[in-house]
């Protein structure tokens, strides 16, 4: 469900006054305004829903992936998220719409990929509640001695006022880098970033940073499928109180392995469907990445698949880790 008001219709002037603040007459309505400034648009007016003439802008979904999700300090992170790596600029926004139309409700994009104005401006278009979307942005290596810049840059290009988890993309110089980490804890205080976390890091370098800052990451994302299963690495994190989450959890698997089919018919489902839903049974977050509508709306449907245990362990044993 959606909420909000039609502020340019001029039969509910008074009411689109209130939350248009005069910006609704001839020419005008508050989403060109907010396309002015998306970030100030969110932040006042983040239950509006849209009008422009014709066009209206929300989304009305009958599925809806909040749930499951995995606790942060911070509040709860929906396990099954859209990842936007090689989605152009240009694409991003339409890629973005179709997932929350389909009901992803976690948005995975980073400073590197380029693509954050156009996710932004999807973001923007749906009219759904700020609070009800978890958006995820990655500062790059070499921008360290720059990252209130950064994430600056990260939410004006977004159009929000703050993301709900920051992460360090890579190692820089392939060193934990704790002055870096200092940055971002500062700017979870000063409230830019609700969680701080890393990407690509080893437990080694998760101890870097604890023991210089007193500070936890919240997350390290790294690449992971069934292939890339860790039992050790799996509880180091846990240990940790790092939640593991996945990416490229298709390009690291093998799709036509016998043992991942079986289960996949077993449960009249795709072999990504049984993917995505092995890494929601472990309650690891997984950010499969489409542009094609029909593929983005399938993969979803695998975080309400329910695996058995022995299931689970079959998979489990497509580890090529020694």
């Not at 002037?13 to 970030?39: F, I, S, V, Y």
Request: charged fraction near 25%.
């Amino acid at each position: 469900m959606w909420d909000g008001v039609d502020a340019c219709n001029p039969e509910r002037k008074e009411e689109g006054d209130r939350l248009a603040t005069g910006l609704c007459h001839p020419g005008c309505c508050w989403l060109e305004a907010a396309r002015l400034n998306r970030r100030w648009a969110y932040r006042i007016y983040p239950r509006a829903l849209l009008w422009c003439g014709s066009r209206k802008t929300a989304v009305m979904t009958t599925s809806d992936y909040t749930k499951p999700a995995v606790a942060l300090s911070s509040g709860e992170m929906p396990l099954l998220g859209f990842g936007t790596w090689q989605i152009d600029n240009a694409d991003a926004s339409e890629a973005v719409q179709t997932a929350l139309e389909a009901g992803y409700r976690h948005i995975d994009t980073a400073t590197g990929y380029q693509n954050e104005a156009g996710i932004g401006e999807g973001l923007m278009a749906v009219g759904l509640p700020r609070d009800s979307i978890f958006v995820t942005t990655k500062m790059p290596p070499d921008n360290v001695g720059k990252e209130r810049e950064t994430l600056e840059e990260s939410l004006t290009k977004l159009g929000l006022d703050h993301v709900d988890l920051w992460l360090v993309h890579w190692p820089p110089n392939k060193q934990a880098t704790p002055e870096a980490w200092e940055q971002f804890i500062k700017a979870q205080q000063d409230g830019l970033t609700k969680s701080i976390g890393v990407s690509n890091y080893s437990l080694d370098q998760i101890d870097e940073l604890i023991a210089a800052t007193g500070v936890a990451p919240a997350v390290n994302q790294i690449p992971w499928a069934p292939t890339k299963y860790d039992p050790a690495l799996v509880a180091g994190l846990k240990e940790r109180n790092v939640v593991l989450e996945g990416y490229s959890p298709f390009k690291l698997s093998n799709m036509d392995d016998p043992a991942l089919t079986s289960i996949a018919e077993a449960h009249d489902a795709t072999p990504a469907q049984i993917i995505v839903a092995w890494h929601v049974k472990h309650e690891f977050v997984v950010i499969p990445k489409s542009t094609k509508r029909e593929r983005i709306v399938s993969n979803a449907v695998g975080a309400h698949i329910e695996l058995t245990d022995d299931e689970v362990a079959t998979i489990d044993g497509l580890s090529e880790v020694s």
